[in-house]
């Protein structure tokens, strides 16, 4: 099964409200960014890029940035997720590095298709950041525009939005979400061990009852 | 700890089980403790627990611990008239412990109707219902020893649907997550009977095993505190402590072998390196799960028995059921934080057996509250549709949203479909050069309108709760499965099924068939503790034809 038909496959089911144990068994293998990126982004100091040339790291940086963005709270920039990913692909999701060599020029051409002048993504303001972005998001409203097909674009898009995502929710000890930072953005507790009461329903639980009466009744 | 025996492949054992999961598991703890020398081969590595991480992306994209779509693919079709198409169809385990080492462990028994339901219910069309050989009755007693032995937490007598016991649970119930109480408490409104999760996951420690530490990953993943009552934490541990049983992890059985007079010699199988060896065993138990075990059957066809072994009845590999379900998701107003504990800790049974005059279609089912997603998963599948899939709102979405956020899951029948199978793909072969599985499937469309009837009371549920928001869609049809049932089924008739009440196959004296695939019906759900009953019994079975001197030449 190729990696595209296996990422719609998963798309589609993640949301017809199937559980998550067959969302989870369609994970696509291009999520698989990284396992080992963890010395990466936890090193004071950057490492060198396996993969990416200094140039392109930050152009999928700066992308990256604007599908987790930085706002009150810290995004996929500060999560180290570029680092996640290039780790990923100079590893175990190499599969996944023509996606990139391909997708990542032809995102950058329509960047001055759309804004003569401006030559790079990470030259562009945010709000045009999120117009190029969107000229290959299919779920997007439909382009004010035509443009070119720029297929391996879309593809790369799609890629790159799963890489982030799970660069950014990964647990802190795989490679990827700096500092458990993607966690508290979601509310998720960095601790191994929980004890109840988990959550706001369950504390003031006074214990099951049975439900006599109406079991008598029927 | 006694050393585990190292057999000989010329060692002509007393059994070889072909895989280590809920089923063969089971049968070695008992037919070593039983005093026979046992060789359990199974395909994928034996991992425990200092292996076993929250990785998502070695056990939910690399597939760790299962089935692994590179090297063993499989095709799809809905119908035999069509070709089938490379498509991943099936997830299983892949490990020592099988599927039960990342199962969410959902644990009730199944209820006396199952066993029952063609004679109570009669024909249906389209349909190959039929009653089970054995009742609720003769199972009982093995649904206590597995609660028993492999320790499985619940109250007693807490469904006023749940069929007779003759003794309460070894341990009480796990805490309530939010999810439950949000969900018990709308049930109630409702009239329905929610009640404590039977689950197999320890709510009291045992010894060299930990109570559940509410770590948040069951489902997918294997329990690093040995909590979760895996075939691996439990009987196979017990079969090691005999000295009388190997397991042989590594070793992919590819072909059973026959002799001149019709009775199995052992098994062949590929080792790591992919060197081929042939346990020589008086008997074969085959617990592959509900597709490696009718494939292996069909793998091993010969001039006596060209259409596969024990397949004289052309069952093989048919009637296969997958459970029909779904979930219906909700947003509540305050944290849940369902991410912390196990999946499951509410159900309810009040829909067990519906009245198909009254419905209009032949099913039954039942709902759990759960959270089951990861950090990951959620991100993918969690927000309502239309949630913006990047940027300022989506991450928004996910901050509210992940705490907030419960699933009702609705679980259901299947019925028995002839031509829902899995067979041999005539093209596609995987790593090792075989022929690839191939599902063919289509639901029947009863259990469609069972699921959406389902949906319709996870929503009523979710409204009484008080529910922010919730959503859901229509059932769709299965092109893939993780319940793996029905594919050789147990009856007495050899025309009708492919093994007999003692889990004997039919047509070979010395052939045993017991996992998933021996399910007549597909309950409601949740499979994993019949499978576990079923393995008990069939020890005891074939423990008594072996004393007899009924398995020798």
Redesign the interface.
Known sequence: ?NES??RR???S?????????????????L?????HARRAANAAIPPKFEFFTAEQAVEIDAITA????T?E?P?AHEAGVVYFIDRGLAT?SADDQKTYREGLPELQARVSELFPGVVKFSAATAEQQ?EI?HSF?T?APSGRRSFRARPAAQDFFETL??H???G????P???GNHDGV??K?????RE???????????KD?PG?Q??VK??EK? | MVDQPKYKTSDEVDFVIIGSGAAGGILAKELSTNGFRVVVLEQGPYLTEADF??????I???DKL?NH?KLQ?NTFRKTPDEKAK???AL?YGRCVGGTSVHF?ANFWRFHEIDFIERSKVGPIAGAGLADWPITYADLEPYYTKVEWEIGVSG?AD?S?FDPPRSKPYPMP?L????????F?RAA?KL?W?A??APMAILSEARPGRSAC????YC??FGCEVGAKSSSLATAIRMAEKTGRCEIRPNSYVHRIEIDANGRATGATYFDEKRNTHLQKAKAVVVCANGAETPRLLLLSANKQFPNGLANSSGLVGKYLMFNS?????AL?E????????FCVSRVLHDFYELDAQKVGFYGGGGLDARF???????????NA?GTP????D??AA??HN??RTM?I?CHGTSLPVENNSFSLDPELKDAWGLPALRLTYKDHPDDLKLTNWLFERAHELHDAAGAQKK???PA?EAQ?G?HLLGTCRLGNDPKTSVINPDHRTHDIKNLFICDGSSLVTSGRGQPTMTIMALAFRAADRITALAKRGELGA
């Not at chain 1, 999520?31 to 396992?35: D, E, K, L, S, T």
């Open positions: 099964m038909v296996s496959h998963f798309l089911r993640g949301i017809s409200g199937l559980s998550a144990v067959w969302v989870s068994a369609h994970l696509p293998a999520v698989a960014a990284a396992g604007r599908i987790i963005p706002d709270t995004g175990f999120d972005l998001d779920n939005r799963g982030t995502i799970a950014f929710l990964i647990d000890d795989f490679g993607g966690w953005v979601i509310g998720r507790e191994h061990m929980f004890q109840p009461p988990f959550g706001f329903y369950d639980y099951w049975p439900a109406e079991a029927k | 991480t929250h990785n998502e992306i070695e939910l994209a690399q299962t779509p693919p490379p498509q991943r997830v969410t109250l807490s006023p119930p805490p309530v997550k939010s999810c439950g109480v949000v018990e109630k009239g009977h009640f404590p530490i509410n770590c948040g489902l997918g379900g779904g979930t219906v998701n509540y305050h944290p849940l934080n369902d991410y912390k504990g089951d997603f990861t950090p990951i998963t959620f991100a993918f599948g969690g549709p899939r990047w940027g300022k989506f991450k996910l901050s992940f705490g699933e899951f959503w859901g869609f769709q893939f993780v």
